[in-house]
């Protein structure tokens, strides 16, 4: 039996309060008790004290509070007879009894999967996140003996059954599909409980340590694909272009000549370059009078 003011512990971090005495209720015992202990100085007679006490114990079972964000059931005989709060309510003490009071605001579950298979087979560890609330306090009191505990083995059940129907890379960059499914999973579940499942978010996805390794060498490896790919489209490229030179310079045997003039330029201007060039080249090309020039112009005044 629970004391009063004791607050049980349901599912996972969850908390479900049942209030036996308010500290309304006690005041206005404490107030019984001292007009009581007043007239019965003034009378000179015991019996303002009795009647105190037990005005007082009626006020001390009888006043409740519930808070703004609280629902409770009445029961009387068993029978349920309706919802009371947030604020102040009484109650006939020994003929009605109360429910768990229960919390109408957002309530956040965190829930685990370990050791879940993918449909390709691949063991993760996946954490997730359910937001959820009342929307129904009397359908969640009398529908499911502990809602919190249901909330909380159902998003379980239905993360596994999600990692199973898909893949590995489905999981790590579609999470928050993943998310939505599960989301309409559980809110299709939950709703006859009078519970609503806001969202669901996908925290993280655990996968082994080997696997981590074996996908790291395989994006490596795409890396360098990639790059020789892109390598041998530049080299493609180049050799188109060098076609298209091709085709000017072979009816034009002037601008090839002022091409290799221009290139042999390029390579003697530096200080202390050394090019062996042919002499049928030379002869072709007319470059002899070049070079002297680029001798005389080298020598210092």
């Known amino acids: 039996m629970l004391m009063p003011g004791v607050v049980r512990e349901l599912g996972r971090g969850e908390r479900c309060s049942t209030q036996y005495v308010s500290p309304v209720g006690a005041f206005a015992f404490l107030l019984a008790m001292a007009a009581g202990a007043g007239g019965s100085a003034a009378l000179k007679s015991p019996w303002p004290v009795i009647a105190g006490m037990l005005v007082g114990f009626y006020l001390l079972m009888s006043i409740k509070v519930a808070a703004q964000w609280q629902k409770v059931a009445v029961l009387r005989f068993g ?59 009397e359908k969640s009191i009398l529908e499911v003996a502990d809602f919190i505990q249901a909330i909380t ?50 925290r993280d996805v655990h996968i082994p340590t080997a696997l981590e390794d074996a996908m790291s060498r395989q994006a490596q490896a795409e890396r360098e694909r990639q790059a020789r790919i892109i390598l ?27 091409r290799a003039m221009n290139m042999l330029y390029e390579a003697i201007k530096e200080k202390g370059s050394m090019v062996i060039v042919p002499s049928s080249a030379v002869e072709t090309m007319g470059l002899g009078g070049l070079l002297g020039t680029t001798s005389l112009g080298s020598r210092p005044q």
């Open 153 to 202: 083995l159902s998003a379980q059940t239905a993360l596994r059954e999600s990692i199973g129907r898909h893949d590995l890379a489905q999981m790590i960059t579609e999470r928050e599909m993943l998310g939505r499914e599960l989301q309409r999973i559980l809110d299709e579940k939950t709703n006859p409980w009078g519970i609503t499942v806001q969202s669901v978010e996908i």
């Open 79 to 137: 029978r349920f007879i309706g919802l009371r709060g947030p604020g102040l309510f009484f109650i006939i003490p020994v003929v009605d009894s109360l429910s768990s009071y229960v919390d109408q605001r957002v309530r956040v579950t965190d829930v685990k999967a370990e050791s879940a298979l993918t449909r390709d087979t691949v063991p993760v560890n996946v954490d997730a996140i359910v937001f959820w609330l009342v929307w129904d306090a």
């Open 232 to 258: 041998g489209t530049a080299e493609t490229e180049i050799a188109a272009k060098f076609s298209e030179a091709s085709s000017v310079y072979v009816n034009n045997p002037v601008a090839l000549h002022l």
